[in-house]
């Protein structure tokens, strides 16, 4: 694949990824700070599977207390995740060669 495919392909994903959000009944555009559990927010997002998103997590692309959230009872051993809808957005639209992964 040449340079120009590579880009071309970029772009219909991000077209692709703001179509299915604008189509999908349970985004709100209107509630910036929509935090929704890991289990619907992935199609929402327009990842693949429950498993890449929670991937994005545990690499560090989608930073805890600021992307996404764990809120899990007080005791209690497996994480409860959320993401925030539009710092999702915005993180993943930002240039990922300046985004810093932590």
Known sequence: MNQNE???KKIV???????ILASSPEYDSTVPDKWVDLKKAWKILGYP????LY???????LRQGIEVRDRRTPGA???RWQVNL???QK???SDPA???VV
Not at 49 to 52: E, F, Q, R, T, V
Not at 55 to 61: H, P
């Open 49 to 52: 599977s429950y498993g890449a």
């Open 13 to 19: 994903l991000e077209v692709l990824r703001d179509l």
């Open 86 to 88: 539009a710092a999702v």
């Open 6 to 8: 590579i880009q071309i």
């Open 77 to 79: 051993r497996i994480a």
């Open 91 to 93: 993180r993943l639209k």
């Open 55 to 61: 991937k994005a997590i545990s690499s560090g692309l």
């Open 98 to 100: 300046t985004r810093r």
